[in-house]
């Protein structure tokens, strides 16, 4: 394997952060040693007085204190390095979109109701493949680990099928084996009694629902939706998309044998769609008042052009406002502009119709 410098570098500072650690606490261990030997081989004092009784407790005291502080901030230190590792490991697993993409402006944004974690059961990815730019937006029920694990095979499912199966409907079967094949494995490891055998029900309850979009290269967008709610559109007609009944979620029921793939909208330059997941539009406030998730995003789409990355910040930050930070459900938003501009068709000849001779 061949290591960068820049890999030694984050490699090798673990050990030197261990030995600074070991240095600040070996120390004061040092010296509380020599202060409990100083008690048990010193002479008795004869009654000569409390000063040597005052420099003893000090001198404890001294000793505790700098022992407690080393190891506060040793496990402060230790807790920071785990949450950055976490941080990034979060990162690499629901990265975010690039701001451009086949001539697809986007922007997305996650707000996790885990405290300390930026990913929860939300998730959500966008590619440019050569049948279109490719988008799932998606909800594992529960949260923690146990849902982060589901994220993981999902998305690692889709961003290889984006790119090699020509037909939507055939992304979505991988992806509904990828959650079959991730729930047996996790029922095993959960329920070893079955002996490493199949189980008969792995994780009935569990479930996703999965939105997934086709971008072709006329706008039209396409949609096969697993009980997802149907994405917003901005600008001119806003409102909710409603092409059809959606599927059942993935994993309690198998899919049907046909597929057909729903046509949305034509979405023309400069419009815009927002997609969601249910956490949106069932946040509460303190009174139990739901949030007004379809007005939040009129007003922050007022503006022309739609800006992906304003809409997504505005509407997360009226989210949290409404919820005063206490959300039930993570909320993961996907906004997306098309930026792709249609060159008029040109008349024949034309072109040397400026020639001058």
């Known amino acids: 394997m061949i290591r960068t410098p820049g890999w030694t570098t984050r490699h090798t500072g673990a050990p030197r952060a261990g030995r600074a650690t070991a240095v600040r606490l070996v120390l004061p261990s040092c010296w509380l040693t020599l202060v409990v030997v100083w008690q048990l081989v010193r002479p008795p004092d004869g009654g000569s007085g409390a000063a040597p009784r005052i420099a003893t407790c000090l001198a404890y005291l001294t000793a505790v204190v700098w022992l407690v502080v080393g190891v506060r901030s040793a496990a402060e230190r230790e807790v920071r390095r785990i949450g950055h590792i976490a941080e990034a490991a979060q990162r690499v697993l629901l990265r975010p979109p690039p701001a451009r993409l086949d001539g697809i402006a986007l922007a997305a944004g996650q707000l996790s109701m885990s405290r300390g974690a930026s990913v929860g059961g939300d998730l959500y990815e966008a590619m440019a493949t050569p049948y279109g730019v490719r988008i799932v937006m998606g909800d594992v029920r529960g949260h923690g680990l146990p849902a982060i694990g589901a994220v993981a095979a999902l998305l690692g499912s889709f961003r290889e099928a984006a790119h090699d199966e020509p037909q939507l409907a055939r992304v979505l079967r991988r992806l509904d084996r990828a959650l079959a094949r991730h729930l047996r494995e996790r029922c095993r490891a959960e329920h070893p009694a079955c002996g490493g055998g199949e189980p008969e029900s792995p994780l009935a309850e569990e479930f996703v629902t999965v939105l997934l979009l086709e971008i072709r290269a006329d706008g039209d967008v396409y949609a096969l939706n ?3 709610p149907w994405p917003y559109r901005l600008g001119p007609g806003a409102g909710q998309l409603a092409p059809g009944d959606p599927l059942p979620p993935l994993g309690p029921f198998p899919l049907p044998a046909d597929l057909a793939p729903l046509h949305c909208v034509r979405l023309r330059p400069g419009e815009a769609l927002c997609l969601h997941t249910d956490g949106a539009e069932d946040a509460r406030d303190a009174a139990g008042r739901f949030f007004a998730f379809g007005e939040a995003l009129a007003e922050a789409a007022r503006t022309a ?10 509407v997360q930050r009226a989210l949290l406002d409404h919820t005063r930070g206490r959300l039930s459900d993570d909320v993961a938003l ?6 792709r501009v249609r060159v008029p068709p040109q008349p024949v000849g034309s072109g040397a119709a400026g020639v001058r001779r």
């Open 305 to 314: 052009p739609v800006s992906p990355a304003a809409v997504v910040a505005r």
């Open 226 to 228: 697993c009980g997802h």
């Open 334 to 339: 996907l906004v997306l502009r098309n930026d």
